[in-house]
């Protein structure tokens, strides 16, 4: 099992930034990759951004150049950030961390809310 708990939510005017932390515990050297991704109201979940164990990144198109993602690891947490840059307000959304690990099976945290404002 995987814990993992996301802060760094709220709200922010148009072309503000935001960091999200996830901070993942339990049997975390299991986990091959942890990302990030979105839900806003009316839509489907989306992949936001994604880094693997060995450091490769996958961004979704609308958030490339604005967002960077990246890790950080303890002998009993590992944790996974997301720099947000000039944002829109088409960014609001509700922000999950997820954790991939070997096997194929997800995590998710409870998730965070992501409001950019006008």
């Known amino acids: 099992q995987v814990q993992l708990v996301e802060s760094g939510g709220g709200l922010v005017q148009a072309g503000g930034t935001l960091r999200l932390s996830c901070v993942g515990s339990?049997?975390?050297?299991?986990?091959?990759?942890m990302g990030w991704y979105r839900q806003a109201p009316g839509k489907e979940r989306e992949l936001v951004a994604r880094i693997t164990n060995d450091g490769r990144t996958t961004y979704l198109d609308s958030v490339k150049g604005r967002f960077t993602i990246s890790r950080d690891n303890t002998n009993t947490q590992s944790m996974v950030y997301l720099q947000m840059n000039s944002l829109p307000v088409e960014d609001t959304a509700v922000y999950h961390c997820?954790?991939?690990?070997?096997?194929?099976?997800?995590?998710w945290g409870q998730g965070t809310q992501v409001t950019v404002s006008s």
């Open positions: 997820n954790a991939i690990v070997y096997g194929a099976k997800n995590y």
């Open positions: 339990g049997r975390i050297f299991t986990i091959f990759a």
